[in-house]
């Protein structure tokens, strides 16, 4: 009752994948992920042991080799559904004959989508030509493949839950970790498009890099102090960098969530979090307002 892709970017190391279904929370129970070891969807009747299971097969075993192993011990084959990719790009699926109508896969290099339960055959092909045909970092590759199975038809009852998963190692918040992307809609009534403004969210508080530093001096200082007091957040008279100052702005970004953006080191602010800042405490009037 689902449809789904795992991935790998060997070159960067990136490890993901990415679902929807008309399942309740479905980012719960399908996706698993591991960076350095591979990526697993368990779907249809699912046996959600396949996750870390598969996941620790993975650490030394192609994924053809693991998808072998897991289905002869598993009692119901017929009723599963599952796809993996390895660390070093190999790929595997499996769609068991009694899974429901229409159900398949298919595989490539790095990755393999597989969905069951689907308008038709279709919602494969499209999520793997759309994955294909796609380039940037992973996630947004995930999500190219989704949305592309998602307008073919994806789940035949409807979709209302969906979920990424992308892991590297070391790019977890603040070098700690290996998460660098982990996003769950549960319950909506389009969550491919509510995916999507999480990822917004997602580049704005967590940026992959910085396109354009300002310093944090003149007319830059200046704007940032009188948002601060606009916003309601003390913000020291002085005009010019000091201790009090390098402190008012560390605790103003922290709490607007902004501190990946600042380097109070440097005395640096990216363009993007100081625009974001200029809307969201400054906004241009609405359109009532003008007519």
Partial sequence: MTFSIVAIDIATGEVGAAVASKFLAVGNIVPWVEAGRGAVATQALCNASFGPEGL????????????ATLLGRDARPDRRQIGMVDARGGAASHTGSGCQPWAGHRSGPGYACQGNCLAGPQVIEAMAAAYEASTGPLHARL????SAGDQSGGDRRGRPSAAIKVKRKGAGYQGLGDTALDLRVDDHPAPLVEMVRLFALHDLYFPTGIQERLRLEGAVLAEFTTIMRKSGWPAPETSGWSPAMSAAIDAFTGNENLEERVDLEARTIDRVALEHLRYVHSPPPSRDLLT
Avoid at 56 to 67: K, N, Q, R, S
Avoid at 143 to 146: F, G, Y
Wanted: net charge negative; no cysteine.
């Fill in 143 to 146: 999500l190219a493949a989704l």
């Fill in 56 to 67: 620790a097969l993975l650490g030394g075993t192609p994924a053809e080799e693991v998808l």
